[in-house]
């Protein structure tokens, strides 16, 4: 399995009352399955996507990326493990507005060992997601679908073992929304495994599987 997530929760505290937004959470997923999570907002999808990528610590329970748990490790352990086996893609626009598309794209691989061929693949991957000629471009200039797929495509830069996306297609038209899920299939038929969150019902033809989660349960 490349994620294994066992008993996972994560307690937060409202008004004096303490309350669960990930309640005993556990999930399996193998090599190269494109899975989705769906439920309203609010009801823990991104709470559980965080623990996940190791940027939120748990309350209790255990995640496992390709067999290794992830908050054993120190923070250097962590932060390279992140790098090298998972790519990232937060929701919303998270690019950083001085560097060009080229360097948002590699800036994941200019922060590991992994520089030589970097720009080449950013190009091969620019070009794959229709953005060929759009590498010198700040984000500014780009459109909302053309940055998601630039989020998208960052996330890969490093050959992750596992992406992971909250709510990619959110605030796009059909078309975009349409042209992102048909990447992903085509991306975990590579051998990648995917796992996003939406609350978009009419895309999950693309996906494998789907869970459902609800107040913190994931069913």
Do not use: W
């Not at 494109?34 to 623990?51: D, E, Q």
């Not at 120190?74 to 990232?88: C, D, H, M």
């Amino acid at each position: 399995m490349i994620l294994e997530i066992k008993n996972l929760s994560k307690e937060y505290k409202r008004k004096d009352e303490i309350f669960l937004a990930v309640n005993d959470v556990n999930l399996s997923i193998s090599e190269g399955e494109f899975a989705s999570i769906v439920g309203p907002s609010g009801c823990g999808k991104s709470t559980l996507l965080n623990m996940v990528a190791g940027l939120l610590k748990p309350t209790s329970g255990e995640v496992f990326i390709d067999g290794s748990e992830i908050f054993g490790k120190n923070k250097n352990e962590l932060a390279l493990l992140r790098n090298e086996k998972i790519g990232y893609v937060l929701q919303g626009q998270n690019l950083l507005s001085n560097f060009t598309i080229l360097d948002n794209v590699c800036m994941p691989a200019y922060l590991s060992t992994r520089k030589k061929t970097v720009k080449d693949r950013a190009m091969e991957l620019l070009e794959e997601v229709g953005l060929k000629g759009m590498e010198e471009e700040y984000p500014a200039r780009l459109s909302s679908g053309e940055l998601r797929r630039v989020s998208i495509i960052r996330g890969l830069i490093n050959n992750p073992k596992i992406i992971i996306a909250d709510e990619p297609t959110s605030n796009l038209d059909p078309e975009n929304s349409k042209m992102i899920m048909k990447f992903f299939k085509e991306i975990s038929s590579k051998g990648t495994t995917i796992l996003i969150s939406t609350h978009n019902i009419g895309l999950l033809d693309y996906t494998q599987k789907t869970y459902e989660m609800e107040k913190g349960i994931l069913k």
